[in-house]
């Protein structure tokens, strides 16, 4: 098995987004993903991109991704924000998760940024798991927020 983890492309667009619809169901809402790929791809490759991510590309097929953008914190300054991480459920137990995590990290460094955010939902055990072996402070006081448009 060969593992590539590398910056998102274009190309790779419609392979996220059948990702990221496989992500929602996980998460038990599909009906919410309601992004278009043309909208995806401007997002991410247009004149002002507002997304980045990584992908793990096994042996030709893209398995994994982590998609992140820059926040700005009036107490921190600057910190990547990962908005979403997947592996698929085939690839999951072989590392490719932490090989994802691992180029976020350096990514946030060399961007100079303050830190790395996320979140996680209260019942998806492994997950906290994993972000508890990187010691990630993980917070229950905050409440989310949002307005939909």
Same mark, same amino acid.
């Given at each position: 098995?060969?593992?590539?983890?590398?910056?998102?492309?274009? !190309?790779?667009?419609?392979?996220?987004?059948?990702?990221?619809?496989?992500?929602?169901?996980?998460?038990?809402?599909?009906?919410?993903?309601?992004?278009?790929?043309?909208?995806?791809?401007?997002? @991410?490759? @247009?004149?002002?991109?507002?997304?980045?991510?990584?992908?793990?590309?096994?042996?030709?097929?893209?398995?994994?991704?982590?998609?992140?953008?820059?926040?700005?914190?009036?107490? !921190?300054?600057?910190?990547?924000?990962?908005?979403?991480?997947?592996?698929?459920?085939?690839?999951?137990?072989?590392?490719? @998760?932490? /090989?994802?995590?691992?180029? /976020?990290?350096?990514?946030?460094?060399?961007?100079?940024?303050? @830190?790395?955010?996320?979140?996680? /939902?209260?019942?998806?055990?492994?997950?906290?798991?994993?972000?508890?072996?990187?010691?990630?402070?993980?917070?229950?006081?905050?409440?989310?927020?949002?307005?939909?448009?």
């Amino acid at each position: 098995m060969n593992i590539n983890i590398r910056k998102a492309e274009k !190309k790779d667009c419609a392979r996220l987004l059948a990702l990221i619809h496989e992500l929602a169901v996980f998460e038990k809402a599909p009906e919410e993903v309601t992004v278009t790929l043309q909208h995806f791809e401007e997002s @991410g490759f @247009g004149e002002k991109p507002v997304w980045w991510a990584f992908v793990a590309d096994v042996d030709g097929v893209v398995q994994a991704f982590a998609l992140y953008y820059i926040r700005y914190s009036t107490w !921190k300054g600057q910190r990547m924000y990962l908005e979403d991480i997947l592996v698929t459920e085939q690839m999951r137990g072989k590392k490719i @998760g932490s /090989l994802l995590f691992d180029r /976020l990290i350096q990514e946030a460094k060399e961007k100079k940024l303050n @830190g790395m955010v996320w979140q996680v /939902l209260n019942w998806n055990e492994p997950a906290i798991q994993f972000y508890k072996k990187y010691n990630a402070k993980i917070e229950d006081e905050w409440m989310n927020c949002s307005l939909q448009f």
